[in-house]
């Protein structure tokens, strides 16, 4: 398993489909986009920049739900990539130990912003559908992350959803 960061959520033209993208923490940083649908993309965005809504959004309610029964949201993962699909687990901790429930990376990803729980993907998801940034500068330094976004977008203009097929 690989530790990712979130860095955004992002609008992939010219196609104007929403993408979540993550960052390998460690390694050399290889980015992992994964479209998603643009209710669960404005979930993200929200919790991003902590706005709070009037009513509990779903995930500020499975959130709340998870809260009110003593549960953890330990880590969530990206397990897999079937068939253009992405998959990812919750890694839930409570009283009766531990437990993982498989969900949309989306969600998983909207639930972990409203946590703080850290967020990984398996090596086999990052060598499908990873995309390593050029470092630049000294020896394990990688670019600052705007010019990550212009290279991104720049690899986004050339890619299909279908070029993840597993």
Same mark, same amino acid.
């Given at each position: 398993?690989?530790?990712?960061?979130?860095?955004?959520? +992002?609008?992939?033209?010219?196609?104007?489909?929403?993408?979540?993208l993550l960052r390998e923490t460690g390694?050399?940083? +290889?980015?992992?986009p994964i479209f998603i649908g643009g209710a669960e993309a404005q979930a993200i965005a929200l919790a991003?920049?902590?706005?709070?809504?009037? +009513?509990?959004?779903?995930?500020?309610?499975?959130?709340n739900v998870l809260d009110d029964l003593g549960v953890r949201l330990e880590r969530i993962v990206v397990t897999e990539l079937q068939d253009r699909t992405f998959y990812a687990q919750l890694e839930l901790a409570g009283d009766n130990g531990t437990c993982r429930v498989s969900c949309r990376p989306s969600d998983a990803v909207a639930l972990a912003v409203r946590t703080g729980a850290p967020i990984f993907?398996?090596?086999?998801?990052?060598?499908?559908?990873?995309?390593?940034v050029a470092p630049e500068g000294e020896e394990g330094e990688g670019p600052p992350p705007e010019e990550v976004l212009d290279q991104f977008r720049e690899f986004l203009d050339q890619v299909n959803p279908e070029d993840f097929n597993g």
């Open positions: 398993m690989n530790e990712m960061e979130l860095i955004g959520v +992002r609008i992939e033209m010219p196609s104007n489909a929403p993408i979540v390694g050399v940083g +290889r980015l992992l991003m920049e902590e706005v709070e809504t009037p +009513r509990p959004m779903t995930h500020d309610l499975f959130k993907a398996s090596e086999s998801v990052l060598e499908v559908a990873g995309h390593t």
